[in-house]
């Protein structure tokens, strides 16, 4: 009774550090014509990635077209004021170098009307590795004695996401097109993190009369996680003199299969507090074949695209809005999906949500000369995550993720030589957030019974989240 106590008190005081979520919606780049224009494709011009913005697009083509768009190098960098503390700062840079769409677009000779896609495609790809230490003098198990105070805050996290399908489209007229397309999500997460404190007398300072000691807390968690769903979207097009117009529905996404494999402990040693001691904890748990997944949510989308009466310039808008998803655990530790396999406790259930949001593009390009255009583009892309602690989802573990709404900005050309065309460009991401919570506080460490990192300060929010983000992209498209 008394250790299914500690595991009940531990589960409801816990407050788990895992950056690991789907993230901004529109942080997708298939570095295209389309991403130099931001993505405000859905009323024209979507092109080779019609499959995603607007599968009615895909009625554009004339010929077969075969694409391959890489993503040359992405470059960013990400501080976190305050992390650790007040005055704790850490930062990341990294550095991903990858393909980022392939497509095949074709008709057939009897169905000419009817025109079809296939593409690959990577839509997210998150890769963080943080590690820091701190190492201070601190009189704080014993008070009265010199200690030496160790934290370590050890993440790394391996997200990505790759979709993959087809998409037709019908041409009813010159003016008119409709399209549908079912693309399926691969997402998989290899993560890990650890919070570890040491606190122990520094040698020498102890009197022969008191025996050496070490206090320890620590947090540890690692699992691996992936999830396939399957996503249908439906489009219209509508083309009008110089204006053309686009609606594109996304249906919420069906789980298909998935599941995580995870291991989780917190350990309290060897703590006194105010000179009594704390009855040590060790809490423990791993499973596999859990029940997994991360919900995209139902959104709407709508774009207009103009062509000037001398056709060198063109202009595009689009919006989409993204409906709530409610809270729901995107790891549910009381299932498995093998019945081989035992279930767990909510100990190692995760939740997430989202609130509604509306995100904005615009895009301009313009043709220099046959050969030769430039595009521009700007949008927005807000933070949409958000979770209830309500009910039945008051004690589950949360998805912290210190995001931010970001804005894009993007540029660069294209060249164009009969059938083939080449594009180039780059794209500057930023985003900021202030006065988030901590990962932890190694700055104004106490004693906390009753806490999984009883050798740390109670969180504040004074943390800053500074995010920037740099990619130069290459792309080329031959027709046939």
């Known amino acids: 009774m ?13 407050n788990i550090i895992l950056l690991a979520q789907p993230g901004n919606y529109w942080s997708v780049s298939f570095n295209s014509e389309a991403s130099l224009l931001a993505g405000a494709v859905v009323g024209g011009n979507s092109d080779i990635t019609s499959i995603y913005y607007n599968p009615a697009g895909i009625a554009e083509i004339e ?41 095949f ?46 934290g370590n805050f050890d993440f ?23 399209g549908g397309s079912l693309l399926f999500s691969v997402k998989s997460l290899n993560y890990m993190s650890l919070i570890n404190v040491n606190v122990h007398p520094i040698r020498g300072s102890l009197p022969d009369t008191v025996d050496y000691y070490t206090a320890i807390s ?45 291991k989780r402990s917190i350990s309290n040693t060897g703590i006194y507090d105010n000179g009594e001691k704390i009855e040590d904890v060790y809490l423990n748990e791993s499973a596999k074949y859990l029940k997994s997944g991360f919900k995209d949510p139902f959104s709407v989308s709508l774009g207009m695209a103009y062509k000037s009466l001398s056709g060198k310039s063109s202009y595009y808008f689009s919006t989409e809005y993204f409906y709530k998803i409610d809270t729901y655990k995107a790891i549910d530790a009381t299932k498995v999906v093998n019945d081989k396999y035992e279930p767990a406790t909510d100990f190692l259930s995760y939740k997430y949500g989202a609130k509604s949001i509306l995100n904005v593009a615009i895009g301009t390009q313009h043709h220099l000369s046959e050969k030769f255009e430039i595009l521009f583009g700007i949008r927005t892309n807000f933070d949409p995550y958000e979770i209830s602690n309500e009910g039945d989802y008051q004690y589950l573990n949360e998805f912290t993720n210190p995001s931010a709404d970001l804005y894009h900005f993007s540029g660069g050309s294209k060249f164009n030589y009969k059938q083939f065309s080449v594009i180039a460009g780059l794209e500057y991401t930023i985003g900021i957030s202030r006065n988030i919570s901590e990962f932890v506080n190694f700055a104004e460490p106490e004693v906390r019974p009753g806490n999984n990192l009883a050798l740390t300060g109670e969180k504040n929010n004074n943390m800053d989240y500074v995010y920037n983000t740099v990619g130069l992209y290459f792309g080329f498209t031959i027709g046939f």
Do not use: C
């Open 2 to 14: 008394k250790k299914a106590s500690f595991i009940i008190l531990f589960h409801l005081l816990s």
């Open 63 to 103: 010929d077969k077209k075969f694409a391959l768009n890489a993503n040359l190098f992405n470059l960013s960098y990400t501080k976190y004021k305050n992390a650790l503390g007040t005055g704790l700062d850490v930062d990341y840079l990294g550095f991903t170098v990858q393909p980022r769409f392939i497509s």
């Open 105 to 150: 677009m074709f008709k057939l000779k009897k169905a000419e009307k009817l025109i079809w896609q296939f593409a690959i495609f990577n839509r997210n790809d998150k890769r963080i590795s943080v590690y820091d230490q701190i190492e201070k003098p601190v009189q704080l198990v014993k008070p009265g004695f010199e200690e030496n105070y160790t």
């Open 156 to 178: 790394v996290n391996d997200y990505l996401d790759s979709w993959g399908g087809f998409g037709v489209a019908y041409k009813i007229n010159e003016k008119f097109t409709i």
């Open 218 to 262: 620590s947090n540890y968690e690692k699992l691996y996680f992936y999830d396939v769903r399957a996503i249908g979207k439906l489009g219209i097009r509508y083309q009008i003199n110089q204006f053309g117009f686009g609606l594109n529905l996304n249906i919420p996404s069906v789980r298909l299969i998935g599941d995580s494999n995870m």
